[in-house]
């Protein structure tokens, strides 16, 4: 048997070499202004809202009809993959294929960009583009088509993805989007279990939808938020008249989980209008509460590698985190800031549920020692927003999320035997694509449950008053 000598295990393939140059190349963070940027359709409120926000700096952004190519996305991969990477790539080759379809010999995929953001680990989230690149390299008609991201790596900094101009502008302008996209949805989820006329609420919202990215669109380089704010008043103190009140009181339901299914309504099914249908109100983990969470998590490294350089008194190190952590701290009170100011104007006509306050959460689960902020991932965040709802006397708690996903996984087995020792129903809900026929009955249990904890616990308040 001939002996390979070590150098030859060591040298690189040169195939390899280049698939991995393919990666960062098209794979990457470039100026999109001009460019159709292709955005997976995920909050359906937050992502309009967010399309918008890239048109008012100058970027033709589309967001893809979904869902409808579950079944190419589930052909190209190979079952390991999580469910949303099968969906989102499911909706770049259906889109890509609708736009070949309608445009013929005009089709050139080097018009579009995919936008497809990323997470800096530790699970597979941080390899959907890479992996949905290879696919896309397959298709000859596709390997032109760049990939743009952003990451929690750098706490989505646009810098590099938008010319200098309105990179800074786009940042302030999508984050009070999404908050106001958040208020929206928590609009709809307080005011559709008791409206007045079935349908009235969807129907309205979606056309105020439509106008807020409209104005967004329009006035959004000028940065002028009152105006966004009252546009956001007028909608919610109308919809707020949609309440019957004649209608008792619901119990509760808090859902926590992965952010695409929780918030993807095709990919879980419409679990909240199948909560609602069986006598509950909803409340899902929002989009403003992620967002201030990576800033968060961003912070705490900052001030660890901070600690760390303090040791080794590399003071060119301490230096540039020094400033790091100065700009990450100022992120953090502009978004604390920013998301009072929004909620405030909608609670003046409705009470929604305020989000949670992201060091209050890592307090809640330090005090138990459940689970620590420095292992990270969106599982901290799910234990301890469940723990919140507890606190703010929620009836019942759902963690949704893709069969197999790592963080939820680690999450249901926290939170399944902590809520059942608190005595506060608790279901698991994951989901693949494939449609559950006992997935009902589990519901409307779940439900039955959470109303008796509703009772039980109006009972024991009652109680103490007399
Ligand atoms: S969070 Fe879950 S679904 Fe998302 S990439 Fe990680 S393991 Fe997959």
Known sequence: MTQKSP????????????????????????DVSGRTLLI????????????????????????????????????FTSGKECFPCQVTLGDILYH??????????????????????????????????????????????????????????????????????????????????????????????????????PGMTDEFMDGAIEEMAALIERIGTTLDFPQLYRCLETTVATAAGFIDPQKPRRPRIGIVGEIYLRTHPDSNQEIIRQIEKFGGEVVDASLGEWVNYVTYEQL????????????????????????????LQ????????????????????????????????????????LYSFAIG????????????????????????????CMPSTICASILKPLLLDKRIPYLDAPYDGTYQPNREIVLRTFLYQARQHMESRRAKRENGKN
């Open 7 to 30: 150098e030859s295990h060591c040298m690189a393939n040169p195939q390899t070499v280049a698939s991995f140059e393919r990666l960062k190349t098209s794979v990457a963070q470039f």
């Open 377 to 404: 991932t969106e599982a901290a965040l799910s234990i301890g927003g469940a723990l919140e709802y507890v606190h703010e006397g929620f009836d019942g708690v759902v963690n949704v999320f893709p069969f197999t």
């Open 96 to 197: 890509l294929k609708k736009e070949e379809e309608r445009l013929g010999e005009d089709f050139s995929p080097g018009n579009y960009v995919y936008f497809l953001p990323e997470a800096d680990g530790p699970c597979r989230f941080g390899m959907y583009n890479k992996m949905q690149r290879l696919v896309l390299d397959r298709f000859p008609t596709y390997k032109d088509l760049p990939i743009v991201y952003l990451s929690t790596g750098n706490s989505y900094a646009t810098s590099d993805i938008l010319s200098p101009r309105y990179a800074p502008i786009f940042r302030r302008l999508s984050y009070v989007a999404l908050i106001i996209a958040d208020v929206f949805d928590r609009t709809v989820w307080r005011v559709r279990p008791y409206e007045r006329r």
């Open 330 to 369: 100022i992120e953090r009170w502009y978004q604390a800031w920013r998301q009072g100011q929004v909620y405030r104007i909608a609670m003046r006509h409705l009470d929604i549920q305020q989000d949670h306050d992201i060091a209050a959460v890592e307090k809640r689960l330090d005090r138990d020692r």
């Open 300 to 327: 705490q490294k900052t001030a660890r590698k901070w600690r760390l350089a303090w040791r080794e008194r590399d003071h060119g190190v301490l230096r540039k985190l020094t400033l790091q952590w100065i700009s």
């Open 40 to 75: 997976p359709n995920m909050a359906p409120t937050g992502v309009r809202l967010l399309a918008a926000c890239f048109r008012a700096v100058g970027v033709n952004a589309v967001v893809m009809e979904t869902y409808k190519g579950l079944n190419l996305g589930k052909e």
